[in-house]
């Protein structure tokens, strides 16, 4: 799918056009850019750069850029595509009711971009499994920023996009592997209360009010609404879903009424478990996520992949800080040799691997191996 990437920290519009002359080549199909938050970026600028192209041109602004071993939150991971594209760009999420039967009677891949912000994420990822089904290796990430509220956070060569979504369609394959390795503390509880991505009560008591008295049975540490986001980051909550499966949704903030504002949403009577985290563990699952994205990709093709993209949580970077770097490199050293990795720090993680169901993840490390 990927013919070339490649990381710049541009400066002024010729150092972007100078890059866009490098990406692109004979055979190029379409440009994939990734672009950390701090990057200079204007979009009325550089349209017209894009126009030029005569290839679809999309992406996002992240948290942070990953490239090999490293991450960044100033620069662009360019990505020239080698394989014919097909772009359905959805204004707001709501809009979106699923493929028409055409496109859903194909098989290939699926990279979703959306705006991590945006309400209505669970019934638009509903209607792309619905009408996708398990047919596609699906993967994506949301895409924002935590320094500075971008407007527009998506953008094609047409519009520069808020609340929306790009899906990119290719019929080539994509091996995906999800994981997160926090671990229940505390629980079960019930969300009894919820609306959207708000959790307005726990265990029939004040959202937050339960969460503070939780945290402090479990471990003994004090939150409050100073420091709530240094001490949140430690202990998110995790859904339990029918089949066992844990989705982690991180809590951000606090509204007037005490209700915990989370990434994603969590569905009304949800059973939820209070999470941790220790760094090893965390490591060792994004390992893991890496191991079952290569075993899905050789399920599905007789070689081991051309190139890797990583969606890996900005919470999970802040979370364990200097570690970060440890689990980037673990990714690496299990998958083959030589295999380039890139890819973004992002507001909310999306995964299917073609056999599990497709869902909108926090504080997760999803990978895809490319063919």
């Not at 190029?28 to 126009?51: K, Q, S």
């Not at 290939?108 to 209505?120: C, I, N, Q, T, Y």
């Not at 899905?296 to 093709?301: S, V």
């Not at 890996?312 to 990795?341: T, W, Y």
Request: proline letters at 4%; glycine letters at 12%; hydrophobic letters at 45%.
């Amino acid at each position: 799918m990927l013919a070339k990437a490649v990381y710049f920290k541009p400066t002024d519009f010729y150092d972007w056009f100078a890059f866009f002359n490098n990406l692109q080549g004979e055979g190029t199909c379409g440009i994939f850019l990734m672009v950390a938050e701090h990057t200079p970026f204007d979009y009325e600028m550089l349209r017209p750069l894009f126009n030029e192209a005569g290839v679809p041109v999309f992406g996002g602004i992240f948290p942070g850029v990953i490239y090999e071993d490293n991450w960044y939150t100033e620069g662009v991971v360019g990505c020239s595509i080698e394989q014919p594209i097909f772009l359905d760009v959805v204004s707001a999420l709501p809009d979106f009711k699923g493929f028409a039967c055409q496109a859903a009677a194909a098989a290939g891949s699926l990279l979703v971009l959306l705006d991590g912000r945006a309400d209505g994420i669970t019934d638009f990822l509903d209607h792309i499994f619905e009408t996708a089904g398990s047919r596609w290796g699906i993967m994506g990430g949301g895409a924002g920023s935590l320094a500075k509220r971008h407007r527009h956070v998506l953008f094609t060569q047409e519009a520069n996009i808020s609340g929306g979504a790009i899906m990119v369609r290719t019929n080539s394959l994509m091996g995906v592997g999800v994981a997160h390795g926090w671990q229940p503390m505390f629980g079960p509880l019930v969300a009894n209360c919820a609306i959207g991505k708000e959790v307005k009560e726990l265990n029939w008591q004040k959202a937050f009010s339960g969460y503070r008295q939780f945290i402090w049975e479990a471990a003994g540490v004090h939150i409050d609404k100073e420091n709530f986001f240094q001490v949140a980051k430690n202990y998110p909550l995790g859904m339990v879903k029918l089949d066992g499966r844990v989705i982690v949704r991180d809590a951000i903030g606090v509204t007037e009424d005490d209700a915990l504002v989370m990434v994603g949403e969590i569905p009304a009577n949800s059973i939820v478990v209070l999470l941790h985290g220790e760094p090893g563990r965390l490591i060792e699952a994004a390992a893991e996520a890496a191991q079952l994205a290569c075993t899905r990709y050789q399920q599905l093709a007789p070689n081991n992949g051309r190139h890797v993209l990583l969606m890996d949580c900005i919470s999970r970077a802040l979370f364990l800080g200097d570690d970060f770097k440890r689990e980037i490199v673990s990714i690496k050293q299990n998958l083959p040799s030589g295999m380039p990795l890139i890819g973004v720090l992002s507001l909310g993680e999306i995964a299917s691997n073609g056999v599990s169901y497709l869902d909108f993840y926090n504080k997760s490390t999803v990978v895809g191996v490319l063919s």
